[in-house]
């Protein structure tokens, strides 16, 4: 295999995940990792696994996805999210805060969660 075909397999990973094909998406996501750990390939793993209810192992994609680039918003944000369902509160509120440190645009879109946190 070529680590070209890592994009091949997110794109495809990417359409079975809009397509409600969660265990497709995530056999594509993992074999794009296999040939090219990319963080947005972990990023699309673990909202695909946050889907299946997967928390543990969305927490893990996204913490993945923020140590390879230190500055994706989104994986915070969905890592607080997760961490939030998860009854993580103090965790949750720190990650909000990074993400929102990093883009202030997403504070709108995470509200409903930012008020479990009160």
Same mark, same amino acid.
């Given at each position: 295999?070529? &680590? *070209?075909?890592?994009?091949?397999?997110?794109?495809?990973? +990417?359409? %079975?995940?809009?397509? /409600? !094909?969660?265990?497709?998406? $995530?056999? *594509?996501?993992?074999?794009? $990792?296999?040939?090219? &750990?990319?963080?947005?390939?972990?990023?699309?793993?673990?909202?695909?696994? +946050?889907? %299946? @209810?997967?928390?543990?192992?969305?927490?893990? !994609?996204?913490? /993945?996805?923020?140590?390879?680039? &230190?500055?994706?918003? +989104?994986?915070?944000?969905?890592?607080?999210?997760? %961490?939030?369902?998860? @009854?993580? =509160?103090?965790?949750?509120?720190? *990650?909000?805060? #990074?993400?929102? =440190?990093?883009? &202030?645009?997403?504070?709108?879109?995470? #509200? /409903?969660?930012?008020? %479990?946190?009160?």
């Amino acid at each position: 295999m070529v &680590p *070209d075909f890592a994009d091949a397999y997110v794109n495809r990973g +990417q359409a %079975r995940q809009s397509l /409600k !094909d969660l265990d497709g998406a $995530i056999s *594509d996501y993992d074999k794009a $990792i296999e040939l090219k &750990p990319d963080a947005g390939v972990y990023y699309a793993r673990g909202t695909a696994r +946050q889907a %299946r @209810n997967e928390l543990k192992e969305a927490l893990s !994609d996204y913490s /993945k996805a923020i140590e390879l680039e &230190p500055g994706m918003a +989104q994986a915070y944000a969905n890592r607080a999210v997760v %961490r939030t369902l998860q @009854n993580q =509160k103090a965790e949750a509120r720190h *990650d909000f805060e #990074t993400a929102f =440190k990093l883009d &202030p645009a997403l504070r709108e879109s995470f #509200t /409903k969660f930012l008020e %479990r946190l009160k």
